[in-house]
Structure formats: structure tokens, C-alpha cells
């Protein structure tokens, strides 16, 4: 499985071992990794499962849609790297992918 | 102290009940009861991706076990709460177990209203609110397989779309004169009548069903108009009603739900309520409401949480919904009944646009059919009871934080 680190707002790391085939969110919250509120349960709703991604990383991940990056305007403190977790998908590619949590969800 | 919280119902609000009690440091005995045998899991999907079998089912639960093994989380599924002994503190479950508490929490959703005209017994007549539901209905949904769908609201378009996209002949009738009349404004209802309708859906409004026939299952559904048509089989969306039966028994105040404060406190002290099932005052639209709503439920589950631990939070939310038809999204903030202007953000034929309800001069809420930014936009602008500009506000060049 592909293992993933999640940096928390106060600069904890947590990695886990994610699934393939369920998305970033999904993965984070069955580890209950703090920060990843996920109310919609992952349909690009509500904006609540908010990460900023390691740079290194975004090209990787490809653009946000529309919807998510009409989503992420309003996120809490949105830069560059952001992206919502429940529009990224698990892949054996992204072995070794870092996020940082925000302070906040929106 | 308190010492044993049991939380009735499995769904969002209970869920988040017994996180944030946790989080919030509860250390006493944590209980829940729900009629499912499963997992707390996820509605949402129940009428997209997993009717559509592109989800699996160990992706609905809003946890695994290990999460309530954890937590200690004494979770009693597949059993039934048949009666509240508000007096005595304790519930009786169906199969005789008795369990006292110091709190208890109903979060016990709502139900499916239910077909009443002749037939409405026969086989093949589905309801579509749990994971048995849809596993009843993927079965018949196969390729060529005859559709009809009672009700154009969220859930029998959703279905109907889902049911489409696997191959089936649909057929949705609505009785009103238009599709999701309670809940958009007609341009909305317009343009996803004309996107079901480019999918191969026959879409049949001002349509009453009289009768249902068949000789064990369904095969006609006979309109009002005399109009008939043929049905492998049928899914009821009609709207749901709220579970009291227990709340009443116990002899609480009900009211189109559990009426509950902006606490979530019910007219018993000990006893609290969150979710699709109790009736709640909006302190931002300063009317009582019920609501079916995800964000709803998630809320009110923390709130109930941190007051039944006798700290004080309030319930304070503008509603949001959403609903995804085909390759649509449609997105919805706050509650548009009583507005005095509306007003029309874009071109639907870009598939892309809003529609905005004003009332006082402030706005009130606003559908988005594939545009994530207004409606985010117009969360803040919601809550924070802001005054848009008209002329700004119908002008879809200026983002919508700008109109005011």
C-alpha cells in the first residue's frame, strides 16, 4: 500500500498505509488523522477535507477541475498547493506523497 | 458527573455524537443503538455511486471497528429501541434488554413517506433510504429493465439517473408542475428537466398515480389522466417523515419532529435530539425548521455532544445541500422560503449559473447548478447577512463576494 504523511497544523507527521482505489480523504479519515473534517463525505461539497500539498508533488496529482478549484477559493487560507482530498485518488504513484493538514477547515 | 450517554440511531448526527463526545473528553460509558446492522455509514451514496455499484460497501461507514474498539464504543447493532422510560432514565429494546442513562440522544432520522393508492403493496414498489433499500433495487436495475420512478425530488432524480446510466428505460413522474418544486427555482427545475430528458428520461409532471397493478408485482402504474405505464419495477420518492414514535410515546414535545432548542435539547432534560428527526429553531432565519440535510445532522450531532456534557454550544447554521444528476452538481445554501427577489446569475444554457434569493434586501440563499464558487461565496455572504448590490449580483463578470 501506498504510504502517505500526513503534516498536522502544529507540525506532528503521521504516515499511513492508504488503499488504493478510495480517495486521500477517505484514507485519512479511517486513520483518523485530526484536521480532515470531510462533511460531505467526499463530493466535493462542502470543502472541509482541505490539504496543502508538498510542491514536489502537485504536477504530479494533475490540475484540480472546476468545481474543486471553485471550492478551494473559499477554503480556509487557500495557497498554490492546495487541493481537496476527497478529489484526490489513492494510486501506487503516490507512494511516498506528503500533505500538510491546515489550522482550520472552512 | 455523567456517567452513560446512549445515543439511539446510526446515521450522520449519531456518528459525530460519539466523536466529538470523545474528542470532548467524555470518559463515561458510551452506548448506541441502531436498528441496522451495520457500521454508522454514509446515505449520500445510497442513490449514486453505490446504487451504481462504482462503490463499495466497505467505503460507507463513516468508520471502521477499530475506530469504536478504540473509543470504547459499546455499539448495539441490529437492535430496535422500543420505548423510552423518560422518568426512570433507562430504554427497553425490542429483544428485552434494558439500559439506564444519564443522557440520551434520538437521532433517529426520518422515514420514507409511503405510496397510499391501491397497489401500493404489491412487489417491486422500492423506498430507497438504507442499504437494504438498495440492494433490493440494483437487482432490477438491469439493462432494458422499465423504470418508473415516483417523485421528482433529490432522491428519485438522483435514482433515475443512476438507473439511466446503467442501461434502464426510466419514466419519472412528479405531481407537481415541475421537477424539485419544493426545493429550486423553476429555471433549475428547467434545466435539469432538460438534462434528464437529453439522457433518454421521460420526465411526466402535473402527474397524479391513481393505481398500481400487477398481479404480485407491479407491472402498470395507472395516472389520473387516464395515462398508463409499464413497469419492471417502481422507486417512491415522495419525501420523508420524520421518526417520533418513540419521542412521543415518551411523552415528549413533537412537532413535525422532536422539537428540540438551539441547544438540542428536548422538552425532557436528560433527553437531547440532532439530525433529520427534530425540529429546530434557525437562528439565522428565525423560524422553526426541520431539515434533511448532512451538514445538519453533522452539526447538531457535535452540538447535542458538547451540551449533554453540560458545557453550552448553540446550534447556529445555514443549512447546505447538494445534489449530484448525471454530470451535475447542484449546490444549495440556506433556506429560500418567504424571499421578495430573485435573481438570475448566468446563462443556463453555459450549464454553469445561479439563482439568487433575497429577502429585505439581504441575501438569503442561492442554487448553483455547477458552480462551486458562488455557492461557497455565498455561504459567507449568507451568514453574515450581507446586502448585495442587484445589479452587481445579477452580473456573473463580478464574483459574487464582490457584489457587495
Known amino acids: 500500500m501506498p504510504r502517505i504523511a500526513f503534516i498536522g497544523a502544529a507540525g ?17 479519515r479511517q486513520h483518523g488523522i485530526d484536521g480532515i473534517v470531510a462533511r460531505c463525505g467526499g463530493a466535493c461539497a462542502c470543502a472541509t477535507c482541505h490539504v496543502y500539498v508538498a510542491p514536489a508533488w502537485m504536477a504530479k ?3 484540480a477541475e472546476d468545481m474543486e478549484q471553485g471550492m478551494l477559493e473559499s477554503a480556509w487560507e487557500p495557497r498554490p498547493n492546495s487541493r481537496l482530498s476527497c478529489q484526490i485518488q489513492i494510486s501506487k504513484a503516490l507512494d511516498g506523497l506528503e500533505v500538510t493538514v491546515p489550522e482550520r477547515q472552512a | 458527573m455523567t456517567s452513560t450517554i446512549l445515543i439511539i440511531g446510526g446515521g450522520q448526527a449519531g456518528a459525530q455524537a460519539v466523536d466529538t463526545l470523545r474528542r470532548e473528553g467524555f470518559e463515561g460509558r458510551l452506548v448506541m443503538v441502531a436498528d441496522e446492522p451495520h457500521l454508522p455509514y454514509q446515505r449520500p451514496p445510497l442513490s449514486k455511486q453505490f446504487l451504481a455499484g462504482d462503490m463499495a460497501a466497505e467505503r460507507l461507514p463513516f468508520r471502521h471497528q477499530p ?33 439506564g442513562y444519564d443522557r440520551l440522544l434520538l437521532c433517529v432520522g426520518a422515514k420514507s413517506r409511503t405510496l397510499t393508492c391501491p397497489g401500493a403493496e404489491l412487489g417491486g414498489v422500492h423506498y430507497l433510504r438504507n442499504i437494504a433499500d438498495v440492494g433490493a433495487i440494483r437487482g432490477g436495475l438491469k439493462e432494458g429493465a422499465r423504470l418508473v420512478v415516483i417523485g421528482g425530488g433529490y432522491i428519485g432524480l438522483e435514482t433515475a439517473a443512476t438507473a439511466r446510466k446503467l442501461g434502464c428505460a426510466v419514466t419519472v413522474l412528479e405531481m407537481a408542475d415541475r421537477l424539485m418544486n419544493r426545493v429550486v427555482a423553476s429555471s433549475v427545475s428547467e434545466y435539469f428537466a432538460h438534462e434528464h430528458r437529453s439522457h433518454g428520461i421521460k420526465i411526466e409532471c402535473n402527474t397524479r398515480v391513481v393505481r398500481l397493478e ?26 420523508a417523515v420524520p421518526e417520533t414514535g418513540l419521542a412521543a410515546e415518551a411523552g415528549l414535545a413533537c412537532e413535525n419532529g422532536v422539537t428540540v432548542d438551539e ?39 457535535k452540538t447535542a455532544a458538547i451540551n449533554m456534557l453540560d458545557r453550552m454550544a448553540v446550534h447556529d447554521r445555514v443549512p447546505w445541500f447538494w445534489s449530484d444528476q448525471f454530470d451535475n452538481k447542484l449546490l444549495i445554501v440556506g433556506l429560500s422560503q418567504g424571499f421578495d427577489q430573485q435573481v438570475l446569475r448566468g446563462d443556463p444554457a453555459t450549464r454553469s449559473f445561479s439563482v439568487c434569493y433575497l429577502k429585505g434586501g439581504e441575501l438569503a440563499a442561492l442554487e448553483a447548478v455547477n458552480h462551486s464558487k458562488d455557492y461557497m461565496a455565498a455561504r459567507k ?15 456573473p463578470q463580478i464574483a459574487l463576494k464582490e457584489s457587495v
Open chain 1, 12 to 28: 506532528v507527521r503521521r504516515e499511513i498505509d492508504a488503499p488504493v482505489g478510495i480517495t486521500l480523504m477517505e484514507a485519512a
Open chain 1, 61 to 63: 496529482l494533475g490540475p
Open chain 2, 67 to 99: 475506530f469504536y474498539d478504540q473509543h470504547r464504543v459499546e455499539l448495539k447493532l441490529g437492535r430496535k429501541a422500543a420505548r423510552i422510560d423518560a422518568a426512570g432514565h433507562r430504554v427497553t429494546l425490542a429483544d428485552g434488554e434494558i439500559i
Open chain 2, 214 to 239: 400487477g398481479p404480485r408485482s407491479v407491472e402498470r402504474v395507472v395516472c389520473a389522466d387516464g395515462s398508463t405505464h409499464q413497469a419492471d419495477l417502481l422507486v417512491v420518492g415522495v419525501g
Open chain 2, 263 to 301: 441547544h438540542c435539547r428536548t422538552s425532557d432534560a436528560a433527553i437531547f435530539a440532532a439530525g433529520d428527526c427534530c425540529n429546530h429553531p434557525s437562528l439565522r432565519y428565525g423560524m422553526r425548521v426541520r431539515l434533511e440535510s448532512v451538514d445538519n445532522a453533522f452539526e447538531q450531532g
Open chain 2, 381 to 395: 455572504l449568507i451568514a453574515e447577512r450581507a446586502r448585495p448590490d442587484i445589479d452587481k449580483l445579477a452580473d
